[in-house]
Each structure stands twice: as structure tokens, then as C-alpha cells.
């Protein structure tokens, strides 16, 4: 045989295996990387459209939903380890191959997926997805993350403590470091609580039902649910919580509207404001910023077993049409209308109770929408300060004297927090001092501890297993 015949032949090409469950969850971290989506509105029409072809079941939906929350949720520390494994600043890499690199990353570090099935499994998708040549690239990187395991690459890649806590916590907890330093600030305290909070930050929040008043009950969806798949509500007596995930939509109630998802520290916000003490008539209720419309919901419910009417105002037509849907089927009397709370249509005085959950950061819920936590710029604030404090003072304008304003906010942020109720009650920022004062809204949260010092409430999801919910209550005196 000749020298050439002895020669090894080349293997053929082989194509690449499509796995689905990946193809999914790259796909996902796409849109929100190129169209800023959010993979809460991203992953069910994805899913969907999995579930119609054969062979894709709940095991796999449970998977593609890990791969893309679990590597939104730790992006920062999977970027650290991977610029620590490539020749290139991270910038350099196209946004697909990063996509790829971060799903394998927490393959690898943050799931029991074996090392070898991780590493072949992200190949596979990059042939796919990238080609042949960029997935050499893929598990050349891939090979070298596999060396060591998450706290391994912790000690390597967050600078230490000591040095600066700031870096080190943003490293470890997949913060960025201007919000480690604003949550820090609102939680006060020391190292153990701050960690406490953004390790909750990274964990998947149970689903929280409210069964709204007069028109469904919590044990109604327990019994539902079933044993051992629904549980009480820690906090607010109108919660049922969802453990092991479950599809809501699977239940009457609130395939019909009697019931919805909320979050238990929005209910709260709402329960607090309806049982408020007030002097005098408590017939008309606002609800100045209400979409999507979970607390106008709630709230039309309480206000109809008291024979009081809610008027919900939401300024963006679409979201106005959100509140609509929420609200059909109340049983008392309420009317929805698109508008703006800062340039109200209503007369001054008009309303006996009034809630303002102002837009904000969203840093209180970074649980349900880890993206956001890399989006948002410190500057940010500085855009919905004014917005912040232009609603809460006409909220404060349409409550007659002796009703009650409650203004929340999805985020723990000092500056949308205590900061607005206060420029806006001392006249600070140019404005007239509102003529109102501080209810203590502690007392209306019975049995929920680690209020703080008071008279606002911040809840945490660390103490309270809540998103970072604020309220404020305010009564008007003049």
C-alpha cells in the first residue's frame, strides 16, 4: 500500500444534533439582549410553540426556564469567569457567542448537569447557532471553565472582601456595583444582611395568588390546588402560594377573573391602604397609577364590600385596557379611564382614598426580572424623581382633607422612597409643602415582622419572602 493510502482519512462531517430545550433558551437570551425584552413576556410564547412539537415536555420547559433565568440571574459573575478565559476584552465577543458561553457557564457552575454533557451539549449549540468555527472557540473556553467549580472561580475572579466589599459582593451576587451600593445604603446593618438580600435576589420566587374578596377565597384555590401543591399566604389574608411553581391559569378562578397573580407584599400595599383609618365619608377610591391593574383588582374588591367606587386612571391606553380586563366582573362600581396622573381630569378633594405606585427602577423586583438589574444606570433616577414627585403631589391634591394618600414603589432605593414623600411634604425641588402628615402604616400589616423604626414600611425579600415593596401613608390636613 502507498505512503498516501496509509494516510488516516478524514472523518466525515457530522451535522449538528438541534437540541430544542437550548435552542430555546438561546433564543430567549437573543430577544432580550437585542430587542430589550424581558423573559417573563419572552419564555411563554416560546415555550408555547415548544409544547406543539412532539416530544417536548414539562421536564424540558422546566429546563429551558433554569438555563434562562438561571444565567440571567448570575450574568455578571459568569462574565467575570469567561473574560477570565478568553485573550479578549469581552466587548470584542460577538453577543451570540457570549449568549452561548454564559448558558454553557451555568451548565457547568450552576446546575448538576455532568461536566462532559455540558460542555457537548453547548458545543452542539453553538455548531448551530454560530458554526463550526466559532464552536471551537466555544469548547475551547468552555474546557477551561470546567477546571474548577463556582467558588473556585470565586476566589480567582472576585477581588476580596477586605479590599473593596463593595467589588467583591457585586462579583459573587451578579449585582452590578452601583446597585450593591444603593441596596446596601437602604438595608442598612452589615455584611450578613446585604448578602442575604442579593442571594435572594438570584433565587426563583414562588408564584403568590390573591384570591380577591367577594368574589373568590383562598380556600377556594387550595382546595383547587390540591393537597401539598398550594400553601396559605405568609402575610396577607387573601394569598395562596405555589411552591413548586404550577400553572395558575389551570384554575377557574382565575381563568374567570375572581383571582389573580400578585405578589404578596402588592397585596399588602393595597390591604394597608384600604384599612387606613379614616374620618368621614369612604365612598370614593383612586388609584392614580394602576397598570397592569393587580392592585386596582384588589382594590375594587375591598372598595365594593364597603360600597365604596374605584376610579383606576392609567396613563398608556394599552396598559388602561390591561386594568379593564382586570377589573371585569367587580362586583361594586368602578369605571377605568387613560390618563395622567400629574395633569389629572378629576377636581381636587374628589376622593377619600387615593394610591399612587409610582413608576421606578424595579429594583425591588429583580427576583422576577433579573435582566433589569443590567439595564438600569444610576442616572435612571434622576428621570423618574421628578415624575415620582409630580404624581404623589396631585395624589395628595385629589384626597380631601382627612382622606389618605399610600404611595408606593417597586424599589428599595432611598431616592424613590422616603426621599420623594419627603421633598414633597417640606416643599423642596420648588414645590409648595403639601399640607399632609404620616400615618404609621405598620400596624396595618399585622403579624408581619422586621418593619423597621417606621412610620413607611420597606419589605425585603430576604425577611419578608416579598419583592422590595415601599408604602408610604399620608393623611391631607389642609
Same mark, same amino acid.
Given at each position: 500500500?502507498?505512503?498516501?493510502?496509509?494516510?488516516?482519512?478524514?472523518?466525515?462531517?457530522?451535522?449538528?444534533?438541534?437540541?430544542?430545550?437550548?435552542?430555546?433558551?438561546?433564543?430567549?437570551?437573543?430577544?432580550?439582549?437585542?430587542?430589550?425584552?424581558?423573559?417573563?413576556?419572552?419564555?411563554?410564547?416560546?415555550?408555547?410553540?415548544?409544547?406543539?412539537?412532539?416530544?417536548f415536555?414539562?421536564?424540558?420547559?422546566?429546563?429551558?426556564?433554569?438555563?434562562?433565568?438561571?444565567?440571567?440571574?448570575?450574568?455578571g459573575t459568569?462574565d467575570?469567569?469567561?473574560?477570565?478565559?478568553?485573550?479578549?476584552?469581552?466587548?470584542?465577543?460577538?453577543?451570540?457567542?457570549?449568549?452561548?458561553?454564559?448558558?454553557?457557564a451555568?451548565?457547568?457552575?450552576?446546575?448538576?448537569?455532568?461536566?462532559?454533557?455540558?460542555?457537548?451539549?453547548?458545543?452542539?449549540?453553538?455548531?448551530?447557532?454560530?458554526?463550526?468555527?466559532?464552536?471551537?472557540?466555544?469548547?475551547?473556553?468552555?474546557?477551561?471553565?470546567?477546571?474548577?467549580?463556582?467558588?473556585?472561580?470565586?476566589?480567582?475572579?472576585?477581588?476580596?472582601?477586605?479590599?473593596?466589599?463593595?467589588?467583591?459582593?457585586?462579583?459573587?451576587?451578579?449585582?452590578?456595583?452601583?446597585v450593591?451600593?444603593?441596596l446596601?445604603?437602604?438595608?442598612?446593618?452589615?455584611?450578613?444582611?446585604?448578602?442575604?438580600?442579593?442571594?435572594?435576589?438570584?433565587?426563583?420566587?414562588?408564584?403568590?395568588?390573591?384570591?380577591?374578596?367577594?368574589?373568590?377565597?383562598?380556600?377556594e384555590?387550595?382546595?383547587?390546588?390540591?393537597?401539598?401543591?398550594?400553601?396559605p399566604?405568609?402575610?396577607s389574608?387573601?394569598?395562596?402560594?405555589?411552591?413548586?411553581?404550577?400553572?395558575?391559569?389551570?384554575?377557574?378562578?382565575?381563568r374567570?377573573?375572581?383571582?389573580?397573580?400578585?405578589?404578596e407584599?402588592?397585596?399588602?400595599v393595597?390591604?394597608?391602604?384600604?384599612?387606613?383609618?379614616?374620618?368621614?365619608?369612604?365612598?370614593?377610591?383612586?388609584?392614580?397609577c394602576?397598570?397592569?391593574?393587580?392592585?386596582?383588582?384588589?382594590l375594587?374588591?375591598?372598595?365594593?364590600?364597603?360600597?365604596?367606587?374605584?376610579?383606576?386612571?392609567?396613563?398608556?391606553?394599552?396598559?388602561?385596557r390591561?386594568?379593564?380586563?382586570? @377589573?371585569? +366582573?367587580?362586583p !361594586?362600581?368602578?369605571?377605568?379611564? =387613560?390618563?395622567?396622573?400629574?395633569?389629572? /381630569?378629576?377636581? *381636587? &378633594?374628589?376622593?377619600?382614598?387615593?394610591?399612587?405606585?409610582?413608576p421606578?427602577?424595579?429594583?425591588?423586583?429583580?427576583?422576577?426580572?433579573?435582566?433589569?438589574?443590567?439595564?438600569?444606570?444610576?442616572?435612571?433616577?434622576?428621570?423618574f424623581?421628578?415624575?415620582?414627585?409630580?404624581?404623589?403631589?396631585?395624589?395628595?391634591k385629589?384626597?380631601?382633607?382627612?382622606?389618605?394618600?399610600?404611595y408606593a414603589?417597586?424599589?428599595?432605593?432611598?431616592?424613590?422612597?422616603?426621599?420623594?414623600?419627603?421633598?414633597? @411634604?417640606? +416643599?423642596?425641588? !420648588?414645590?409648595?409643602?403639601?399640607? =399632609?402628615?404620616?400615618?404609621?402604616?405598620? /400596624?396595618?400589616? *399585622? &403579624?408581619?415582622?422586621?418593619?423597621g423604626?417606621?412610620?413607611?414600611?420597606?419589605?425585603?425579600?430576604?425577611?419578608?419572602?416579598?419583592?422590595?415593596?415601599?408604602?408610604?401613608?399620608?393623611?391631607?390636613?389642609?
Open positions: 500500500m502507498s505512503e498516501q493510502g496509509r494516510r488516516r482519512s478524514p472523518k466525515p462531517y457530522r451535522r449538528p444534533k438541534k437540541d430544542p430545550v437550548r435552542i430555546l433558551a438561546f433564543e430567549a437570551l437573543r430577544a432580550v439582549d437585542e430587542r430589550d425584552a424581558y423573559a417573563n413576556l419572552v419564555m411563554p410564547p416560546l415555550l408555547k410553540k415548544a409544547r406543539e412539537q412532539e416530544g415536555d414539562a421536564r424540558d420547559a422546566a429546563l429551558a426556564t433554569e438555563l434562562v433565568y438561571g444565567t440571567l440571574r448570575r450574568q459568569y467575570a469567569i469567561i473574560a477570565a478565559c478568553v485573550d479578549r476584552p469581552l466587548r470584542e465577543v460577538d453577543p451570540p457567542v457570549l449568549d452561548v458561553l454564559a448558558l454553557g451555568h451548565q457547568l457552575l450552576g446546575t448538576r448537569i455532568p461536566t462532559h454533557a455540558a460542555v457537548s451539549a453547548s458545543v452542539e449549540l453553538a455548531r448551530v447557532v454560530l458554526g463550526d468555527g466559532r464552536a471551537k472557540f466555544v469548547n475551547a473556553v468552555l474546557r477551561r471553565i470546567a477546571q474548577h467549580d463556582l467558588d473556585g472561580w470565586l476566589e480567582r475572579v472576585a477581588p476580596p472582601y477586605d479590599e473593596d466589599p463593595e467589588d467583591h459582593l457585586a462579583v459573587v451576587h451578579s449585582h452590578p456595583r452601583w450593591v451600593s444603593a446596601w445604603d437602604a438595608l442598612g446593618g452589615g455584611r450578613a444582611g446585604i448578602e442575604d438580600l442579593l442571594e435572594a435576589d438570584n433565587e426563583r420566587p414562588e408564584v403568590t395568588l390573591v384570591a380577591r374578596p367577594g368574589r373568590s377565597a383562598p380556600g384555590l387550595l382546595d383547587a390546588l390540591g393537597e401539598d401543591a398550594g400553601l399566604g405568609r402575610w389574608p387573601y394569598a395562596v402560594r405555589l411552591p413548586e411553581g404550577g400553572e395558575p391559569g389551570a384554575l377557574n378562578a382565575v374567570e377573573g375572581r383571582a389573580g397573580v400578585q405578589d407584599g402588592s397585596q399588602l393595597a390591604v394597608a391602604l384600604a384599612n387606613a383609618p379614616l374620618d368621614g365619608p369612604d365612598a370614593r377610591w383612586l388609584d392614580g394602576a397598570g397592569p391593574g393587580g392592585k386596582a383588582a384588589l375594587g374588591a375591598l372598595a365594593a364590600e364597603r360600597g365604596a367606587s374605584l376610579l383606576a386612571a392609567e396613563k398608556q391606553p394599552h396598559r388602561a390591561l386594568v379593564q380586563r382586570a @377589573l371585569a +366582573g367587580n !361594586g362600581p368602578y369605571e377605568v379611564i =387613560a390618563a395622567d396622573g400629574t395633569r389629572p /381630569p378629576w377636581r *381636587p &378633594g374628589s376622593f377619600d382614598r387615593v394610591l399612587v405606585d409610582v421606578c427602577s424595579g429594583l425591588g423586583a429583580l427576583r422576577r426580572r433579573p435582566e433589569a438589574r443590567w439595564r438600569r444606570r444610576p442616572e435612571d433616577l434622576d428621570g424623581a421628578p415624575l415620582q414627585r409630580g404624581l404623589l403631589t396631585e395624589a395628595l385629589a384626597v380631601r382633607v382627612g382622606g389618605v394618600v399610600g414603589t417597586c424599589s428599595p432605593h432611598l431616592a424613590e422612597t422616603r426621599v420623594v414623600v419627603e421633598d414633597v @411634604l417640606k +416643599g423642596r425641588g !420648588g414645590a409648595q409643602p403639601a399640607h =399632609a402628615e404620616w400615618i404609621d402604616a405598620r /400596624p396595618l400589616m *399585622p &403579624g408581619v415582622p422586621a418593619l423604626d417606621g412610620p413607611d414600611v420597606q419589605l425585603w425579600p430576604h425577611l419578608h419572602g416579598t419583592d422590595a415593596m415601599y408604602l408610604a401613608l399620608l393623611r391631607r390636613t389642609a
